[in-house]
């Protein structure tokens, strides 16, 4: 323990010896007033002088961007209201699907639909190359995506993402986002499903009459059936006229052999008579 302290306090000793010599050192080269110097002196007499207010540009009153689908709607205010207020939610130009109610269509529907849209589809020009592209519940009520034949969008559609133009039976335009590399309708085609009122099992002929425009026909499912019901009317009617036929012809037959055996029994009565008589005058 005693050799320890010994080394302990030799270690100290000659650490306290180093610190003065340095110490000696540094006042010969008179290095502490060098360090003085080179600090930076404050200057009691220099007062801060207060901050100016920056001054506010005016406001320049432009135009607002606005898009041209919703020119002629009353621009939306951002100013703070109550909370005792009461908010009107926004309109849009269609209503939101159901989804809870969605209207299946029934595969003898949906393939007489494919089958009018076929005939539509003949009597277009062929010039203008065109497809069917009957209606699911994803391209009309959730997902509203619409994917266009593969083939069809390689052979003539853009090879990038481009705006497409649908034009309906009306004549009226409605804007899509054609992605070349999905080959498909996105951004566009839900607002036009709706404010067509598509639903599954319609049957929609697409006609490219330009690079970027296509005219579709529409052929309704409920249309469809409609007439499917009316031609099954007419031929029940047809049934029930052709049985009233049927009963009529079998009437008349059964009439016209009641008749034939009445005569038939005169006939017999009345030779039977002449019969006995000539045996009387025997």
Not at 67 to 96: C, G, K, L, N
Not at 147 to 173: A, H, N, Q, R, V
Not at 233 to 256: C, H, I, V
């Amino acid at each position: 323990m005693v050799g320890a302290k010994k080394k302990v306090m030799s270690y100290e000793e000659v650490r306290r010896q180093r610190v003065e010599e340095n110490k000696k050192r540094m006042e010969d080269l008179n290095l502490l007033k060098l360090a003085k110097h080179l600090r930076p002196q404050p200057n009691p007499s220099s007062n801060p002088s207060p901050a100016k207010p920056r001054a506010r540009r005016p406001a320049v009153l432009a135009p607002a961007r606005r898009s041209s689908r919703i020119a002629d709607q009353p621009s939306v205010s951002y100013r703070e209201v109550s909370a005792r207020m009461h908010f009107h939610s926004r309109t849009f130009s269609y209503q939101r699907r159901d989804l809870l109610n969605r209207v299946y269509a029934s595969s003898e529907v949906r393939q007489y639909a494919i089958h009018r849209a076929e005939e539509l589809q003949s009597t277009l020009d062929p010039e203008h190359p065109s497809f069917v592209k009957p209606m699911l519940q994803s391209h009309v009520t959730g997902g509203f995506w619409l994917g266009l034949p593969s083939l069809f969008c390689k052979t003539y559609l853009p090879k990038e993402d481009e705006m497409m133009t649908l034009i309906d039976e009306g004549e009226e335009p409605s804007q899509t986002k054609y992605l070349a590399g999905k080959t498909g309708l996105s951004g566009g085609w839900r607002g036009f499903a709706i404010d067509h009122e598509l639903v599954d099992g319609d049957a929609l002929v697409f006609q490219l009459v330009s690079p970027t425009e296509f005219k579709v026909h529409i052929i309704r499912a409920n249309e469809v059936g409609g007439d499917s019901e009316k031609e099954n009317q007419d031929e029940e009617e047809e049934e029930e006229d052709e049985a009233l036929e049927k009963g009529k012809r079998a009437k008349a037959k059964a009439a016209e052999k009641e008749n034939k055996n009445e005569e038939d029994d005169d006939l017999d009565s009345t030779r039977r008579r002449s019969k006995r008589i000539r045996t009387g005058r025997k």
